[in-house]
T-cell receptor
Framework: DADVTQTPRNRITKTGKRIMLECSQT?????MYWYRQDPGLGLRLIYYSFDVKDINKGEISDGYSVSRQAQAKFSLSLESAIPNQTALYFC????????????FGPGTRLLVL | AQRVTQPEKLLSVFKGAPVELKCNYS??????LFWYVQYSRQRLQLLLRHISRESIKGFTADLNKGETSFHLKKPFAQEEDSAMYYCALNRASGTYKYIFGTGTRLKVLA
C-alpha cells in the first residue's frame, strides 16, 4: 500500500545534539510537510515543500532545517536540540491541487533532555 | 488573520448521546474545511471534508458561512468515537495551505 513512513518512531537525545528525522512516501505526492504536535497547541507547521526545488518556512521554523532529497524523501533536522523541542513530529504529504487532502505519517516522538 | 478555533479541549459525552464538536474559522476568502481524527495509537487521518457533503462513521459537518462555523455532529455517540479531532482550513491562496485548530479530545463514556 502507498504510505507515509517516518524514522525513527521514538528518539531520546541530549541538549545540543544534532538529530535528523526522516520521512519517506510512496504515494507519489509532490507536496510534503513537517508539523509538530504539542498538547493544547494542536499541529503547527514547521516547513513545507511543494516540489524538490521548493522549500518554505512554516510558522515555527526557528531551530529547524529541512532537506528534500527526492520527491519521496523529506528530512527534518534539529541543528542543536533544546528541551522545548520535545514534541510529537508528523510528516504529511498531499497531491497537488486546491482540493488536497493531507496524508500523515505515524509520527516521531522526540524527547530532548 | 486566518485562524481556526476549537473552543473545547475536552468533550465528554455518554454513549448514545448526541455529539457536537465546535469549529469556527476566520478567513476572508472561500475556505475549504476538513475534520481530521486521531484515534489512540493511530495516525492522523481525514474524517470528512465540507465539499463532499458526506457522512462518515455517522458524522456530518455543515459549513455555515454566515457564522463562519464548521461544527462536527453525530446524533448517537459510540465508544469507538473517542479520539482527538482537529478542524482544518485549506486556503486557496497564501504562503501555505493548511491551518489546524488546537483539537478537541472526545471521550465517550459507557
Amino acid at each position: 500500500d502507498a504510505d507515509v513512513t517516518q524514522t525513527p518512531r521514538n528518539r531520546i537525545t541530549k541538549t545540543g545534539k544534532r538529530i535528523m528525522l526522516e520521512c519517506s512516501q510512496t504515494k507519489g505526492h509532490d507536496r510534503m510537510y513537517w508539523y509538530r504536535q504539542d498538547p493544547g497547541l494542536g499541529l503547527r507547521l514547521i516547513y513545507y515543500s511543494f516540489d524538490v526545488k521548493d522549500i518554505n518556512k512554516g510558522e515555527i521554523s526557528d531551530g529547524y532545517s529541512v532537506s528534500r532529497q527526492a520527491q519521496a524523501k523529506f528530512s527534518l533536522s534539529l541543528e542543536s536540540a533544546i528541551p522545548n523541542q520535545t514534541a510529537l513530529y508528523f510528516c504529511a504529504t498531499s497531491p497537488t491541487g486546491v482540493k488536497e487532502t493531507q496524508y500523515f505519517g505515524p509520527g516521531t516522538r522526540l524527547l530532548v533532555l | 488573520a486566518q485562524r481556526v478555533t476549537q473552543p473545547e479541549k475536552l468533550l465528554s459525552v455518554f454513549k448514545g448521546a448526541p455529539v457536537e464538536l465546535k469549529c469556527n474559522y476566520s478567513y476572508s476568502g472561500s475556505p475549504e474545511l476538513f475534520w481530521y481524527v486521531q484515534y489512540s495509537r493511530q495516525r492522523l487521518q481525514l474524517l470528512l471534508r465540507h465539499i463532499s457533503r458526506e457522512s462518515i462513521k455517522g458524522f456530518t459537518a455543515d459549513l455555515n458561512k454566515g457564522e463562519t462555523s464548521f461544527h462536527l455532529k453525530k446524533p448517537f455517540a459510540q465508544e469507538e468515537d473517542s479520539a482527538m479531532y482537529y478542524c482544518a482550513l485549506n486556503r486557496a491562496s497564501g504562503t501555505y495551505k493548511y491551518i489546524f485548530g488546537t483539537g478537541t479530545r472526545l471521550k465517550v463514556l459507557a
